[in-house]
């Protein structure tokens, strides 16, 4: 191997390194051993760095030894970094596999919070960012991660599976290519004899490099370039850790010493604050003067890094916080089910902020109730719920004692833990409790974070629970404009079925029906008042009292039609506004059995049927089914009512005759006016639908025709559907 300068290059081409925190040091000399004069200074520091973090994951992940590998290709270099591990890349993603390994030489920490994202595999990534090409090898005995770099203006050459292929033993190394052993690792595998690497200056990372890095990879490549450059052992950088707590290692290479043996040097000499480089010098000569000025430039250089990464970092964080509490509003907002909600903001937090939290519900005069209970791990959930409900607990107890508008602190199930107030519009809803692991901590603004979410949380339960009450209010009047039960009139079977739009629940329809009793018989109505909500409540409260008292006086039912139209007209003269509600009526009156013809060998004449008189206000007309099936409209359109003065209003009437097995349904606009797309159900279709339900129980009759229309509009009913069926029996 010759190098570019004309020299003999080291015939030393693959070393194996033991599973130990000074391994990537190791390999960073030998490549640079390897290669020095062969390639330009940008290709050299980008083999250093990603052999550096291949060897650092073998010994934080794999945990066993590390070969590397070098190989002239072109005008380029080939490297490989093996290690023993049976387990293939990517294979723990699908499966999990047991597979015993000694203990990590570094240690590796739970985190969470709002960006506690692990960077497992930053490695790969370095080298498809920087490598020419790079791919993967697996044997039985272990894994090797190759990659290739050329310099910018020589193509690629192509690569043959028997070229890439590597077996890195002394049998087939071949000339020039020996891996030097000497002696064993504490696991009993061989480790490499190092040749010591020659110093050189340190340099600053190229731009296309520092693309690829984040800023602590950036810090690990200047302080891996210092110990490359010095005459320093390893080397380590630190700074304080988040919200004063233990200090955070950001980069370290070697295996280092007592701190006492260590030179210091603050990163920013004007703040001393930022953190630290620590160097243990092979000597105790220490370092010379210009050694310094370099460690003094690169720790500036480390500094502005580190700056540049934590402002990064502090929007990425923000930007996630935001993100976070939008899609949290957008959920709780979608929901009006105060059960709903309240499960939702229990799992919101979990794991992404917290490893468990509860929600409790206000009692008056109790102990809040526990309602949901969610924890990272499922198999924990039961437990949780158990502990968090136990009335002697130390959760439940600050829970009992939560006040005020502040998170309070404390300390439950092993961890740090939250308790907010639930608080809206002045009225305490509840309480939420979250908490995590021993050692992870609630930062300030992640108190903030959660606290924020209680306060949409609460205004969004209150909501749910205020349209539940509105929903069962309404619910409550609706079913009062209708009568509880439907009465018995000798002659007839009556049914009756009611269908809400898919856009009711605070708002009470205008859709009504009752059957009255007078002196002079029974009287059906069915009536639709114009709108929804309060006001077309209460015209239909009018409506119906009118009916009940001037049928119960026996009033004519045109003479009540008449009076009822008066009233509604005044209604409307005496709103604030000038408007009123126009309403729709059908009325039959049932007028009696009719008598068929005498029999010659019976004793007298039978009923054959029910005689009715119809009237209509602006209302649809009936339909009459026949018993061989046939539906038709019956009736004279009249008036509506509540619009017109009396001289200007006409209700038609017309008697109407049910033989047996025959059926009058009455029916609102809603029916026919179902719709799907742009077409409406219409008269002939409810004609079609009603003259399939021959033979039919009138109950049987007025389910068939709702549903038709629910059907007809794919379950989204636009208005309410009234329907009522008076059915002669055969």
Known sequence: MTGAGGGPATSTHAITLPPTPDSPRSARRFVLETLRGRLDDDLLDSALLLVTELVTNVVVHAGTAATVDVRPQGPGVRIGVADRHPVRIGMSRVKKVEVPRPPSAFAEEADFGIDGLREDGRGLALVDALATSWGTEHGRGGKTVWFLLTPPDVPSETISAETISADLTDEDAGPGHTAYSGGTGGDGTEVAVLVPAQARPPRLIARDTARALTAEGEVNELLA??????????????????????????ATLGALGEDIDALAFPLDPTQGSLGELLLWPESTAGLTH????????????????????????????????????????????????????????????????AQWCTVYLHRENADPTLWQATHAEESMESALADAAADPTGPLMAAVRGASGDRARSLAAFGGPALVMVLRARRRVLGVLALGRPEGNAFAADEIDLLADLARRAAFAIDNARLYSRQVELAGTLQAGLRPPELPEITGLDLGSAYGAAQSAGLDVGGDFFDLLWGPL????????????????????????????????????????????NRTLRDAAAAHPNGQG???????????????????????GAGAAGVRL?????????????????????????????????????????????????????????????????????GEDRLLAAVGDCAGLSAQGIADRVRTAAERFAGGNLRDDVAILVARVPE
């Open 225 to 250: 370039q210092l110990v490359d450059a010095l005459a320093v052992n390893a080397g380590e950088v630190r700074r304080p850790g988040r919200d004063g707590g233990r200090v955070e290692v950001v």
């Open 290 to 353: 210009g050694d310094v000025e370099r460690v003094r430039l690169a720790s500036r250089w480390m500094a502005l890094a580190l700056g540049g990464g934590d402002m990064r970092r502090a929007e990425e964080r923000r930007i996630g916080m935001l993100s976070f509490l939008a899609e949290a509003s957008d959920l709780l907002a979608g929901s009006l089910d105060i059960g709903h909600s309240m499960a939702l903001l229990a799992r919101l937090p979990v794991p992404r902020l």
């Open 521 to 564: 018989g029974w009287t059906i109505a069915i009536g639709d008042v114009c709108g929804k909500g309060a006001e077309a409540a209460t015209v239909t409260g009018v409506a119906r009292a009118v009916l009940r008292l001037l049928t119960g006086r026996g009033t004519d039912l045109g003479e009540v039609l008449l009076e009822l």
């Open 581 to 603: 509600r126009f309403c729709t009526l059908a009325a039959a009156s049932v007028l009696g059995p009719v008598l068929s013809e005498p029999d010659p060998s019976a004793s």
């Open 613 to 681: 008189r119809l009237f209509l206000a602006g209302h649809p007309q009936p339909v009459v089914l026949r018993a061989d099936g046939q539906a038709v409209l019956v009736g004279r359109p009249g008036t509506l009512l509540g619009v017109l003065d009396d001289d200007e209003v006409t209700f038609p009437a017309i008697d109407v005759t049910l033989r047996p097995g025959e059926a009058l349904i009455f029916y609102t606009d809603g029916v026919i006016e179902a719709r799907a797309g742009n077409e409406l159900l």
